[in-house]
Every structure is written in C-alpha cells, then in structure tokens.
C-alpha cells in the first residue's frame, strides 16, 4: 500500500476541518453515526468557538477512483491563526505535501499567504484548493487567479470543491494520490522517528506523536529520544483513524502514529526531537524544530474564593497539555503570589485564560499584557525582560529595545488610507504596496508588537467591514524612546498597573488608563489622587472625589439606607478587593489596563 502524507493548511475559517470531516466521511474512517461538524476540534473551546486550536493527525485508507490502487493517507488539520504558525511548521515537517485551501467567496488571506510560504519553505508539494463553490458569491475562477499571481501555484492545477456538498472531494483525494509524492525513507535502515507532537493523558502519561522517516517501531522496543538522553519501553503503539488505535504491527518507514512509553511528563519529551532504537541508533538525529517563541506575557493571580496553590495545580495541569506557554511564579504587592506566563499571542493567552478556568474552575485577575523588552545596560550587559515591574533604574539603562514584527495587510482597496494611517499612528514604517487583484491590495509595514497587540486587528477588521486580514513575523529588537509608566494612588505606585510606553504616547496612554480606572474603584471617604508618571516626572493625573456623608440616609431614611448597605456589603463580599493604602481596588480595575481604549 502506497503512503502519502500531508497537511491541510489555510487562512482561518476558510474551511481546513469540514474538509477533514468529508474526507474522513468519504474514506469511510468515520461512520455516519459518529459524524458532526468538524470531528477533529475535539477540545470544547474549539468546537465553540469554531476555530482549530490543535493539530490533530488521522490516517485513513483510500481507494483510487480511477486505478482502484490502494493508499494510505495520513493527514493533520492544522490551526490557522497566527499564533499558532509554529504548531503549522510542526506538522508541515512531518508530510511530503500540503492541501492549501482558499475560501471561493474570500479568495487569498493573509494567512493564505503565510502558511503557503512555511509550505514552499518546508519543501512540500502543494495542492490548491478551491472550497465552498457551492455558495452563490463563489468567484472560483477569480479566487484561482488570485493564487496564481499572488502564490505562483497554477491556477490550472487549483482543485474545486465543497466541503458541505461533497462536490470534488473525490477528485481532490485522487489528486493527492497522484500529484503528492510518497515519502522516501528506507525501513531497512536504523530507525529515525520526528516526535512532532505531544498529548498528556491521565491515565497513559506522555503520548507522543511519531512521523517515521527511517526504520521502524514496535511495541516492546526499547527506544532512546536523541536529544534528551533517554530510554522506554514502548507499551503501546498505533495510529490515528480517527481515534487512537492500538497496532501489533510494527509502524515503518513513511508512516504516521503514536507512542506511548511511560514517559510521566510533557517536558521530558521534546517536540522536533528523534525517536531511535537503543540497540541500533541511527547515526544522527533529523534536523528538528527551532523553540516556539513566546510573544506576549502576563500575569495571573487568584481571584474571588480562588487560593495560589489552587491556581498553581491549575496551571501545572493545563501546561502538560501545552508546552507553547511559560509559567513562573510571581510576586506582586498589589496582587499577591502569582504566574508570569508567556505565550505565542493574544489569541493563545485568552485561550489559555479561558481554559484555566473553565478546566480548573479557578478564577483569575491578570495583568495588562506586555512584550518582551532587552534592556542594553550601561555595563553593555543585555538583559531580557517580560515585566515593567523588573526594568533596571533608568540610570543604569543606556537604551530599551522592543520587538519589531514584519505585518502584511490584505485589504480591500477603498480602506487603503485610512489603514495607512492607522499604521502610521502606531509607529509603523511603510515596506511596499502591491495589487492582489483590481479590487484588493497587499500592504507591508514594520511595526512595533506592543502597537499591534491590543487592537490593530480589530481596527483594521472596522476600517475594512471585516475584509481586512493580517498576518506578522517577529524582524528582531530595535531601540527606541521607552519609558516604564507607573500608576499610582493615592500616592502610591501599584506594581502590577505599570507598562511599558514611547514617550510620544505616554501621556495619552496614562490619561486614557486613569479615566479607566476612574471608572472602576468606589468612592471613599476621602479624595483619591490618581497619577501616571515617568521616572517620578507626573504625566497625567485625575482624581476620585470623595463620598458625601449620609447621603443616601437624606434621601431615603433609616430603614431603606439599612437595607441597601447591607445589599452593598454582600456584593462587596463576592467582589473581591486588594487594599492599597487606605484605598480598596476592585480586581476588575488592574483588567482596565488590558484595553487601551484609544
Ligand atoms: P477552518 O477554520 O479552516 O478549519 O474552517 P472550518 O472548517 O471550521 O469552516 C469554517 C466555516 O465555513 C464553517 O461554518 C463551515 O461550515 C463553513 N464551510 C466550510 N466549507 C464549506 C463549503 O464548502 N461550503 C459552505 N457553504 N460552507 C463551508
Ligand atoms: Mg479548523
């Protein structure tokens, strides 16, 4: 039996897991009983929200329409947003081709794009795919011009198809047979397995996704990972059709599956590792994977009935199923005993927010998000920081660099200007301009991250009537005029509200953070300064005016004033409040820094 292993990728939502579903259908790997809409998000939070967080890999086999020769097809839908490009470079690594799909009512994304280069750059096979022609807006013809002039891929050799009908699958299963190339690896050889993934299972351990690219494995094997140093026992081995299922037979040369070894911990495996024989190693392990890079950091703290060991539990768990985000423990004095967790994004950290809570049952109050800093010191020593909180004393910095991302907009042709000038709000230098098609534009800028982290993309989804998408990649480090904004009251600095601004901003920034935190703490007996300051230099301040005595009392009487105070106090008992000073902040006020609101 013939073996072709690929990937599909695409811009999100262009339709990469309901075109699994009808392959899995159409394979019959999937009965029509067990059959809902996109099989492969298993985890609650994907099928909600309607987007693949995690690659999942199948196998399945095949029956050529036109030969009648057997193959089998080994396949990973893979995630289609940014913050998950890693997760799509993994699996590329593990196939021969790639299945990219662009949406016939949307045409070429900007994660089109960025996925289809990873592909071109792992060395894959592409096959470009047409979906949803069954929509009356499809522009199929238009759509496969566009991948054309835009990816250099023939616009001839684009498949049409429906995920929701049906319509094509056959011919683009057949393509695969025909157009991928089988893998190449010799059974013969000492074995050479890439782990390109990981799952944690309660009662299993570690199980460890394998591409075989040399040799072969069996249950019993003792097998090293060449990189970490250690030996197993394989106990169980199999393959994915859809479900994990066990084989007796060895897995050889080409083939996809999984292993599990009594490994007893997620960070004993690492991903882009090689799985080899103990007894006959092969001389040197594949090239593997360069680190996921942690792009934003924040902190958590518990909140409400919560307790720190409780959250710790919480994040200790939910990390042996996602080794992309960091964890250490952090103090603040405002919050308390914390994390400092990094992740590949924004989307990954309210993915990881979400299912910390709702997996652990914990509740949470984090920090404003930041980037990672390199603070160049006097001594010329670098130093990495990912909290405002530990920048040096400005008299031992010589200068502050932040990261720079390389962003490609595509957009519609009437919002060109306005994004422009969005771009150039937020520091942003112009790259190039180029014409997708008569009615839509490629856009390239550098732009700082901490610019584009908040709410670039939503405002470039109004600007554009949610044509516009976006797509970056880290450049590297520059210099520039930052400064640490500290917040304080009632003369008091609160560790966990300060940030990391440009000077030129930093006053518009402060002023629109306090009127948000204006919002959010009572009343006291007393007037509350609110200030933001630069190095002690005061940039903004606003003021929380004191409460009236016995107002309520005048307007009411007794009995009624009673009542509600006790009304209020309850409230107050659930709304959980960190004492600063004299003066009590409500939790919500430090998630006022999340959004800058501008
Ligand atoms: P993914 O983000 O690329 O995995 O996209 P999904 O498979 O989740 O699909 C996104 C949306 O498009 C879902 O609502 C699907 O039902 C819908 N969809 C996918 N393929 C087709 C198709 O061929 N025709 C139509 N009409 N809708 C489709
Ligand atoms: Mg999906």
Redesign the pocket.
Known sequence: MEIRNFCII????????????RMLQHTGAISEREMR??VL?EMDLERER???IKSSAVSVDYAHSATGGRYELNFI?TP?HVDFHYEVSRALTACEGAIL?V?ATQGVEAQTVANAYLAVEAGLEIIPVV?????PSARPEDVAMEIESVLGLGADDCIF?????GQGIVELLDAICDRLPGPAGDAAKPTQALVFDSEYDDYRGVITYLRLFNGRLKVGDRIRMMRAGRTYNITELGKFTPRMTPFKEPIEAGEVGYMVAAIKSLEDVNIGDTVTLDARPAPEPLPGYREPQQMVFCDFYPAGETQFEALRDAVERLHLNDASFTFQPQHSDALGFGFRCGFLGMLHMEIIQERLERESGVSLVQTAPTVTFQVLLNTGEVVEITNPADLPDMSRVREIREPIVDVEIITPNDGIGEIMRLCESRRGVYKRQQYLSETRQILDYELPLSEIIYDFYDKLKSITRGYGTMDYTLKGFRADNLARMDILINGQPVDALSTIVHRDKAEQRGRALLGRLKKEIDRHMFEIPLQAAIGGRIIARESIRAMRKNVTAKCYGGDVTRKRKLLEKQKEGKRRMKRIGTVDIPQEAFMAVLDPGE
Do not use: E, M, P, R
């Open positions: 695409a811009h999100i939502d262009h339709g990469k897991s309901t075109l699994a579903d809409d996109q998000d309607g987007i693949t839908d289609g799909v949406d979906n949803k022609i069954d929509l198809c429906s995920a929701k009908t």
